[in-house]
């Protein structure tokens, strides 16, 4: 192929937008070859170069490496500046000989130059993005040797943060890389551009493609169009009309083809189409290529975004590529896993933070459904989070050639996916003239996208005034949404509710903080909803951005995603898809004929007629069909159901097989006390007050207002307390010097919480009320004064109330209630709880109901290195114990700790407090917390840090608990 012919092709219809300075800027656009499906005498066009290859660092000893793949990932180190070359030998195929020979580069990050026999073939600068060259001249017959020299840290790397972001070197040849054929005259380019009439029911396929005529003589071409549905049935076939290319020339092919009701491609119902396009030398086949076409297009209409004529609302999450082991390398089989398991979450929108993603990503997202934003690889340009803008100048024009490039590069890669819905110029950095012509190159490439660019599109901070189509703001609070009806541009939300990830020893000690995530997402995004302004969001993040690296080092940002980087769901994981559900359900009612909800249908396009709904009232399963059509509210009726059950469950499922909501509605249970009369009897002299409750006796210290003991038929059930703890927010990110958050490092602990210092009682009087016995203590605090009230009861309740005065310096408050110790073996958590949903899967650990074991595991870091713990992530353990243990339990009713011969205490909450309990000092520690919030996160704001406190001098705290030990 000659690639300066169609350049020139490619530049003349870039002149057609009437702007000299960038056609000349995009003068080197680099074209794709499309990979032939067959190729005129040849078997097999194309081969896989996936797999072993020779890796040495320039003049160093040779090694292996596996391509796809990150050096640094392999336990191999090239420093910045230095050069890491990666060969491998070749065979041409016989068949291949008299074609054009070329290689694609899926991503190689961050600078390659490709050698072919040792004969020089090209260079590429920038990762995460594909490349062509031909090696036609320079392959010979029999075994060749192909050499790729690679250099990481370039200027590409700099401009998007890539290394700085993974707080590793990202180096080496990332995605696939193929070698393959085509004939002397060939199908240089290919693009699909849908048309559908006003009323989006009839649709124009405009078929345009480039043939490149290597030959020095003359050829009679001509294209041939196959267009085929899903089942495999034509809906047409069609034949341009012959043309003569004369010696290395390239040519144009343009074909406008109408189809009759077409099936539209969107998130909610992806259908494709196959294209073959077949090139035909005078009357012979030389070449042919197949693609998926989805029938969809895009277009603004004031502050909304419309896909197929109608608006859309958008629910995502930013996704790196990431995998522990791989780092940033690319693997088929989990690109599409993330889109399933991103699916399956209610998401319809994936924004690929902060570079391309993989082909193999686009063509799941294609076929299964997700609206995608693909962002080029720029980032933090004149931010504080790249430092090196205090030194350069953002505005030099210097840097537009690799900002063109990043962004060419993308459209040219990544255009013939449907799924990609607009295109992203780059993160978070400040608008200026180099982006304004990077802009305008972006849609001159593409004019059937619109542009993004991640700015802030209100307030003072980084709001420079972008003119990208669509207007972007990152973190905002609960007003957010609403500010969205004033702009008149759409307005994403690129980033937003950001997980708890910064506050790391705050999640090591209490997994819980995930859960309480949960509640105010959904509160989030019903206020996104409603804003007709507010295109939707990508919360931050998708997946946990973790590098195991083969020295044993933990690396990256961290653990902010709903999914683990092992791909295991986290508990925000269920919030998000609560949040994003398509239909919600509220408001049961009965009558002696039927039940009815309130159902709202959140859908962008489907009627619930395309969904299954499953009743089950009492265990028995009752058909319900609903016509209910899209962003529309009604109701739902399930007949011949009697209006007297203990429990309805409704299910509804996605015909691309998975939940997308799920509720129950049960009659309330009442708690009931179980046990016999206790005999009570008190004891006490000058030091020490006993209290006998049938086979319990507790010890209560009269100088320190302590409970020193509590023993049951001699054995200690109690070491310490109920005292009152009062736990600190700690957002501690792990210390390690850094520029913007990422601090991740296997040395983070996680916190030792101990019950509030008391230095004496003031006063401790006991007596006996008949029924009951009580005692009440004043007592000093090292931080204030309080009193607290033990009282026994003869129905076996221990019941414990505090109050306190704070007199110590301001402290911003996690958690406040009493505080017990138990043996080590009360290792087995039951509770009872009214979550902030009525479901919850069974490997959730905020389910209403469950059981959990202690399982404390010796992982003395932040995570175990190399592989997960667990199967399901709320099995994973450090040493306080599993995820399910040791995480707050919020709203309980009850909950216990139990021995394995079943010796028991249990609580009798009041329905607002929380437990939680966790392995400290050889002991379960056990708080029952009468506050409680989501946790210490800075990125959060408004819903998810309502109700933080602070405490100061003066302020009262007070609470109770019940217990029962059997």
Not at 780 to 797: D, M, N, R, S, V
Request: glycine fraction near 8%; hydrophobic fraction near 35%; aromatic fraction near 10%.
């Amino acid at each position: 192929m000659n690639i300066k012919k169609i350049n020139a092709v490619m530049v003349v219809l870039l002149l057609g937008f009437g702007h000299l300075g960038l056609a000349q800027q995009s003068a080197n656009i680099k074209i794709l070859s499309p990979l032939p499906a067959k190729v005129e005498g040849i078997d097999q066009p194309h081969i896989s170069l996936n797999g072993v290859w020779s890796f040495r660092v320039e003049n160093g000893k040779p090694a292996t490496i596996k391509v796809p793949g990150e050096w640094e990932m392999q336990g191999y180190e090239v420093k910045a500046g230095e050069k890491a070359v990666y060969e491998k030998q070749i065979s041409i195929p016989e068949s291949w000989k008299g074609k054009r020979i070329a290689l694609k580069f899926d991503a190689v990050s961050s600078n390659a130059v490709v050698k072919m026999n040792g004969q020089y073939i090209g260079e590429h600068e920038g990762g995460f993005v594909a490349f062509e060259m031909d090696v036609t001249k320079a392959v010979k017959s029999g075994t060749n040797v192909l050499t790729v020299e690679v250099r990481a840290n370039t200027i590409s790397d700099i401009l998007s943060c890539v290394s700085q972001y993974a707080a590793h070197t990202v180096g080496g040849i990332l995605r696939k890389v193929t070698l393959f054929a085509l004939p002397e005259t060939h199908v240089a380019d290919l693009d699909v551009e849908v048309k559908f009439d006003p009323k989006y029911q009839d649709a124009k396929l405009h078929l345009q493609a480039l043939v490149a005529n290597n030959t020095s003589g003359n050829q009679d071409l001509a294209i041939q169009y196959t267009l085929k549905d899903k089942s495999g049935k034509t809906v047409f076939e069609k034949k341009t009309a012959k043309k003569s290319a004369t010696g290395n020339q390239t040519i144009p092919f343009d074909l406008d083809i109408q189809i009759s009701k077409p099936k539209h491609w969107t998130a909610e119902s992806p259908y494709l189409y196959e294209l073959t396009t077949s090139l035909l030398n005078g009357t012979q086949v030389v070449q042919s290529n197949i693609q998926k076409v989805g029938f969809r297009d895009i277009k603004i209409r004031g502050n909304e975004l419309l896909v197929n004529g109608r608006p859309v609302k958008l629910k995502g999450v930013n996704r790196h590529a990431v995998h522990p082991l791989m780092g940033r390398a690319s693997d088929p089989v989990l690109d599409r896993k993330d889109v399933e398991v991103f699916l399956a979450g209610n998401l319809n929108y994936i924004r690929t933070s902060h570079y391309p993603p993989s082909e193999e990503f686009l063509n799941a997202a294609d076929e299964l459904g997700l609206y995608v934003e693909s962002e080029s690889a720029l980032n933090w340009i004149q931010h504080h989070a790249s430092p090196i803008w205090r030194h350069w100048n953002y505005q030099d024009p210097k840097f537009l050639p690799t900002m063109l490039r990043a962004n060419m590069d993308n459209v040219v890669s990544n255009r013939k996916h449907p799924s990609i819905i607009f295109w992203s110029l780059g993160n978070e950095s400040r608008w200026s003239d180099l982006w304004a012509e990077v802009n305008k190159t972006v849609k001159a490439l593409d004019k059937t996208r619109p542009t993004v660019f991640h700015d802030q599109t209100w307030g003072s901070f980084n709001n420079a005034g972008s003119k990208a189509d669509i207007a972007n703001y990152h973190y905002p609070g609960i007003n957010g949404p609403k500010a969205t009806d004033t702009m008149s541009r759409p307005t994403l939300f690129g980033e937003y509710a950001h997980l708890s990830d910064y506050n790391r020893r705050e999640l090591l000690t209490d997994p819980g903080v995930r859960d309480a995530f949960n509640a105010p997402m959904v509160t989030y995004f019903d206020s996104m909803y409603v804003h007709k302004g507010n295109l939707g969001g990508a919360i931050w993040s998708g997946i946990d951005d973790t590098f195991h690296m083969p020295d044993g080092r933990i690396v990256g940002y961290g653990p902010w995603g709903p999914i683990d980087g092992w791909r295991r769901e986290k508990p925000e994981y269920f919030g998000m898809k609560k949040a994003y559900s398509p239909v919600r359900i509220s408001n049961l009612k009965s009558n002696s004929n039927n039940i009815t909800f309130d159902v709202e249908n959140r859908y962008d396009f489907r009627s619930l007629k395309d969904v299954e709904i499953k009743v089950m009232v009492d265990g028995k399963l009752i058909p319900v069909t609903s016509n209910l059509q899209a962003r529309s509210a009604g109701k739902l009726v399930v007949p011949n159901a009697s209006g007297v059950f203990n429990k309805v469950e409704i299910i509804v499922n996605d015909d691309r097989g998975f939940e997308v909501e799920h509720e129950i509605f049960e009659t309330p249970k009442v708690v009931t006390v179980n046990g016999t009369a206790k005999a009570l009897a008190l004891k006490q002299d000058s030091a020490f007050v006993y209290i006998t409750q049938g086979d319990v006796v507790y010890t209560i210290s009269k100088t320190y207002g302590l409970m020193t003991a509590a023993r049951t038929s001699g054995e200690q059930v109690l070491s310490k307390g109920p005292s009152v703890a009062i736990i600190a927010a700690n957002a501690e990110d792990g210390g390690k010097p850094n520029v913007a958050g990422e601090t991740y490092q296997n040395n983070i602990y996680p916190i030792k919480h101990y019950e509030q210092y008391t230095l004496f009682a003031t006063q401790v009087q006991a007596r006996d009320d008949k029924d009951s016995i009580v005692v009440d203590l004043d007592l000093t605090y090292q931080q204030g004064t309080g009193k607290q009230q033990f009282i026994f009861t003869k129905e076996g309740l221990f019941k414990t109330n505090y109050e306190m005065n704070y007199q110590d310096g301001e402290v911003s408050v996690y958690q406040y209630g009493l505080m017990l110790e138990l043996p080590l073996h009360y290792d087995e958590l039951k509770w009872s709880r009214k979550g902030d949903f009525s479901y919850y899967p069974e490997n959730h650990i905020g389910r209403n109901n469950g059981v959990a074991k202690l399982n404390a595991n010796n992982v003395y870091e932040v995570e175990a290195h190399g592989e997960p713990v667990a199967k399901a992530w709320k099995d994973d353990a450090n040493t306080m114990g599993s995820n399910d243990f040791r995480s707050t339990k919020a709203r309980v009713i009850t909950a216990s700790l139990t021995t394995v011969d079943r010796k028991q205490v249990n609580l009798l909450a009041t329905g607002k407090q929380a437990s939680r309990t966790w392995k400290q000092d050889e002991h379960i520690q056990w708080l029952v917390a009468d506050y409680t919030n989501s946790g210490s996160e800075p990125f959060y704001g408004s819903p998810f840090t309502d109700g933080r406190i602070t405490l100061k001098k003066g302020d009262v705290i007070k609470g109770s608990m019940i217990l029962q030990i059997d």
